[in-house]
């Protein structure tokens, strides 16, 4: 049973341009949250998304944008990318009605802005 | 705002030590509290939770428990292995057996037990 894949799993950027991660959840799970983990930081919540829709939202610029598809997989937008952008970025996935509260986390694509 | 505040690393244990690694947390409501582990170049794998006040949570030899009177929620193994070297995070979510709620994690705690 694969557990929640994202790609890439390293690429490096430049200011100023856009980067897409993908993420696809654990099979049976419909909720995808994102999470951005700078280093040697706890991770921080981007947002969430289920049935398409973003449902939850943290402490990010529009920079930050995202999409989720009919499989459920989801993307994470990254536009006009600074400095600081450079982070491990986590993808998780869950089940809306488990009620349990317990996220399954991917390795991670790993961000570098020069 | 929820918060959750560890204690700071690294931590550097001999095999077969006693581990505490101290979590406490400030929240709304009734949070669920939740300890995960990072092994390095992996994601972050749910160790153990707890979402109610008193309830302890285990597995793989460790263990914590819920105090909502001093709002923590410490780490604790008797006896570590080399195995158990990683980042330890702790994290909260909004309210006690809620679904899918965001986590609030710690800065995470870096073990590393030696032979």
């Known amino acids: 049973d694969a557990g929640v894949t994202q790609s890439p799993t390293h690429l490096i950027k430049t200011r100023g341009q856009q980067v897409t991660l993908r993420c696809s959840p654990k099979?049976?799970?419909?909720?995808v949250s994102w999470y951005q983990q700078a280093l040697g930081q706890g991770p921080q919540f981007i947002f969430q998304y289920y049935e398409e829709e973003e449902r939850q939202r943290g402490n990010f610029p529009d920079r930050f944008s995202g999409h989720q598809f009919p499989n459920y997989s989801s993307e994470l937008n990254v536009n006009a990318l600074l400095l600081g952008d450079s982070a491990l970025y986590l993808c998780?996935?869950?089940?809306?009605?488990?009620?349990?509260?317990?996220?399954?986390f991917g390795a991670g694509s790993r961000l570098t802005v020069l | 705002g929820n918060s959750v505040t560890q204690m700071e690393g690294p931590v550097t244990l001999s095999e077969e030590a006693f581990l505490t690694i101290n979590c406490t947390y400030t929240a709304t409501g009734y949070p669920s509290l939740f300890w995960y582990v990072q092994y390095p170049g992996e994601g972050l794998q749910l160790l153990l939770k707890?979402?109610?006040?008193?309830d302890k949570g285990s597995n793989k030899g460790f263990e914590a428990t819920y105090r909502k009177e001093t709002t923590s929620f410490h780490l604790e193994k008797g006896s570590v292995q080399v195995s158990d070297s990683a980042v330890y995070f702790c994290a909260l979510s909004r309210e006690s057996g809620g679904s899918n709620y965001k986590l609030t994690f710690g800065k995470g705690t870096l073990l590393t037990v030696n032979p």
């Open positions: 099979s049976g799970h419909d909720t």
């Open positions: 998780a996935s869950s089940l809306v009605i488990s009620g349990a509260n317990v996220l399954t």
């Open positions: 707890a979402t109610k006040a008193d």
